[in-house]
């Protein structure tokens, strides 16, 4: 019996796309041999019928949740990242700053969706699955400091047993702990640490040259993620952000724990 080409194909597309990582335009059409013309079209097509979905992040294509079987903390992951991407999205064409998604992981937080890319405002990127500082980035400083008691003890532990290796990061951790706890939960949101370049390198060794705010993504009770707003700190626009735009990041995070609490 005759089978159908152009459905053989998409089945083909499917089946590389069954790894977490997922897979860029080049890589399917390297491993597939199908024209890239007509890829395309496949992976338009199974993206409209949500069978697959593409990170901004990195721009590779991966299979929805509804269809890959994966552990669970990968699904959660996962799914996150699915529902965040239009918010995302959507607050980077109101504030015009991208925004990262972050979550947290084995004790540190870990990007795995941003719309850096499509800001197009030269402003530096980073791979998903970037494990972000535990002490001197915006995001981590708002999961600590609005995470559940438990959570937030069981990062600092972890963190002590194995020191980072960002000096500044080891300085807030012995010394300044408690002070910037407080003073993120006054503010009511995360500020990067003026002393951080973005690595665990020495900000005179490394630097990213970025500003950022952020604020925790709630489910229930416990912070599931952080969505942060960032810029190039030579502008100095943390004040004029916060003033006008904070309002919109907390109501992004407000909307993507109600998104994910329907899913």
Known sequence: MKTINTLERGLLVL???DELRGQSLAELYEKTGIPKATLLRILET???SRFIWRAMGDGCYRRTISIAARRQ??????QLAEIAAPFLVQLQKKVIWPSDLTVPREGCLELVETSRRYAGLGIA???LGYKVDMFLAAPS???LAFCRDEQREAAIARARANPPANPRSRQVLERELDAMLAETRAQGYGARDPLFGGSDLD???RDDQLDAIAVPIFHGDDVIACISLLWPRKFQLRAKLVQAHLADLKESATAIGAALAVS
Do not use: G, M
């Not at 903390?73 to 996962?78: G, K, Q, S, V």
């Open 141 to 143: 400083r708002a999961y």
């Open 125 to 127: 990127e980073y791979e």
């Open 73 to 78: 903390l990968d699904e959660r992951t996962l």
């Open 203 to 205: 900000k005179s060794l």
């Open 15 to 17: 089946q590389e796309l």
């Open 46 to 48: 199974l993206r409209k």
